[in-house]
Each structure stands twice: as C-alpha cells, then as structure tokens.
C-alpha cells in the first residue's frame, strides 16, 4: 500500500509540475511597482548582481586549487 501512495504522489507531483510550465509558459506575471519599490528593487538588484560577480570569481579560484592538485598545471 505504501509503494502505491509514493507512486500515486510522485505520478501528482510530475503532474502539478507539467501544469505550473504550462502556466509559465502562456502567461507572464509582472509587478507593478511604486517608486519606492522600485528603488528597493534597484538596490536589490544591484545586490544580486554583485553577489553573482562575487561566486563567480570563487568558482574561478576553486578551479584553479582543483587544476593544482590534480595535476592539471595551465
């Protein structure tokens, strides 16, 4: 019975996601912000770019300590 109820949950849940894309897909939600959101947004979106530039330049510095101990000098 309980390997019917995980098959019967997972069968749903393929399901819910395939309707969510479906819904993504056919319609796009936007926002509508007031000018102080907007600045906050701004700001954050400042934030998230500088968080990006910040895991980007740690994943360079990891490649780099992961050639040298694997042997693979550039």
């Not at 102080?36 to 780099?64: C, G, L, P």
């Amino acid at each position: 019975m309980l390997v019917f109820i995980i098959a019967v949950a997972i069968i749903c849940s393929f399901f819910v996601e395939y309707l969510v894309h479906l819904f993504s897909e056919k319609y796009e939600i936007e926002w509508a912000a007031s000018p102080e959101t907007a600045e906050n947004m701004d700001s954050a979106q400042e934030i998230v770019i500088a968080m990006r530039k910040t895991h980007r330049e740690s994943e360079r510095q990891m490649n780099k300590a992961f050639k040298v101990a694997s042997g693979m000098h550039c």
